[in-house]
């Protein structure tokens, strides 16, 4: 992503920070995995998205009107012997040169400067209770700035919570973000697509999701943006399910959820299909029905409709069929208001989409659902899950789950699918599986 783009956000937030304010936002950590090795770094989203510097050990200062620079970056010193054993990193020089901050300072020096930042400002964002450091560290200083009083300067006096601007400002995605949520969605679409391929009974679970990561490193995302949910029959309706360890059964389905990262933006897909090619006659009536809520979900999906509308279609259409296929009696509406669907249907019909899988934004402005708006990505993903020991419905249905999630871009005149070329018609799977 181009520094221009960082650039736009930054400016955009110095606008609702406001002069006479400051906005803090700390970068994430390294975390040990294990004595000398550390867990892969993932830098934290919201320092990113404004930042693009990708270090741990660093801290945004953003002071709007500032006159010898409104962007501050705090960060690791070069370290001649760092980069030799770990590579390059940006040091002071670096982080004014690439990654355009108008002044940076040494991470280390942060208790003697930032007192001085902060004084005769009237509020502080910051992203509340996410950092248990920066949040006692930020009261340290300000009781250092009172302490001062009484040679004039004055402590701020609010702490705001950054989160609420700059969450807003990350619902909606730019060309720039869309362009490498593209590229996330299709390298993602595409291992869904080899897994289907090279399916067989007697395979491992690990050996799918082996395959799916092989396609995600070859074509460059080595992260994926969640751990892979491969599950075979009835683990499939262990909702996170990640042992991935059980061999594949003929006659079973295989319910994978994989998707990968693309510098920092993910894709969420899910897909659902038979392990010998072939859909059961029981299977083929439940996933049609998840087809099918999807479908009507994804008619809710228009600039001015309320979020909740798609899972409200998904519910209505599932409660109908799961009716019709004998698993639920009783009249619709009430089944719909006792809410009997989520015997089998718990969770809900999605999420927002973006640098976090489950991404930020709110999902109600003033207890009202929010009114979906275009530039927002979103999944839409329903499922039936049947208990292996649901003693209520016939045996054939039981430990039968599946899940089918797409991830959308609400546009101007509806919505477009962003992972629309991993085949999900019955049989579009099917003609796929026994192409090979
Ligand atoms: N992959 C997690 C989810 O679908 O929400
Ligand atoms: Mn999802
Ligand atoms: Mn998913």
């Not at 304010?21 to 320092?47: C, E, K, W, Y």
């Not at 902060?118 to 009781?143: A, C, R």
């Not at 949910?229 to 319910?255: F, M, P, Q, R, W």
């Not at 999902?363 to 979103?378: F, H, N, P, S, T």
């Amino acid at each position: 992503m181009k520094q221009s783009e960082f650039k736009k956000r930054r400016k955009q937030l110095m606008q609702s920070v406001g002069k006479g304010n400051i906005a803090l936002i700390g970068s994430a950590s390294m975390h040990t995995r294990n004595r000398d090795v550390d867990f892969p770094f993932r830098q934290d989203s919201d320092f990113y998205y404004l930042t693009g510097f990708n270090e741990p050990d660093a801290l945004a200062v953003f002071i709007p009107g500032r006159e010898k620079g409104e962007y501050i970056l705090f960060c690791r010193e070069f370290d001649e012997k760092k980069a030799l054993w770990e590579g390059a990193h940006s040091g002071l020089e670096g982080a004014t040169a690439h990654y355009e901050a108008d002044d940076s300072f040494p991470i280390d020096d942060l208790d003697d400067i930032l007192p001085g930042l902060l004084e005769n400002k009237t509020k502080v964002f910051y992203p509340m209770g996410h950092d248990l450091e920066l949040d006692n560290s930020l009261l340290e200083w300000i009781n250092h700035i009172r302490s001062q009083s009484r040679s004039g300067v004055v402590a701020p006096a609010e702490l705001v919570c950054l989160d609420v601007i700059l969450h807003e400002m990350r619902l909606f995605k730019s060309a720039a973000e869309l362009k490498l949520m593209r590229r996330a969605a299709e390298v993602s679409a595409n291992a869904h697509v080899k897994a289907m391929q090279v399916c067989k009974a007697g395979m491992y679970e690990y050996q799918i999701e082996a395959e799916m990561i092989y396609h995600f490193i070859q074509n460059g995302l080595r992260a994926v943006a969640y751990p892979s949910i491969v599950a075979g029959g009835k683990n499939a309706c262990t909702l996170h399910y990640t042992e991935n360890a059980s061999k594949l059964k003929s006659g079973d389905l295989l319910l994978i959820d994989a998707g990968a990262e693309c510098d920092h933006y993910a894709a969420d897909i899910t897909r659902t299909f038979p392990i010998s090619g072939r859909f059961s006659e029981p299977q083929k009536q439940l996933y049609q029905l998840v087809l099918d809520a999807q479908a009507a979900a994804l008619e809710q999906i228009k600039p001015g409709v309320p979020w909740n509308m798609a899972h409200e279609a998904s519910v209505e259409t599932i409660t109908k069929g799961l009716v019709s296929l004998g698993l639920l009696k009783g009249k619709l509406k009430k089944l719909i208001k006792d809410e009997k669907y989520k015997l089998f249907y718990m969770h809900r019909i999605g999420h927002w989409l973006g640098m976090d899988v489950h991404d930020v934004g709110n999902y109600k402005i003033d207890q009202e659902w929010r009114l979906l708006e275009a530039g927002m990505v979103l999944t839409v993903e329903p499922g039936l899950y049947i208990p292996a020991d649901c003693k209520s419905v016939d045996e054939k249905w039981r430990g039968i789950g599946i899940r089918i999630e797409d991830d959308i871009l609400v546009t101007a005149q509806g919505y477009e699918v962003l992972t629309s070329s991993v085949p999900k018609e019955i049989a579009e799977i099917e003609a796929l599986m026994q192409a090979i």
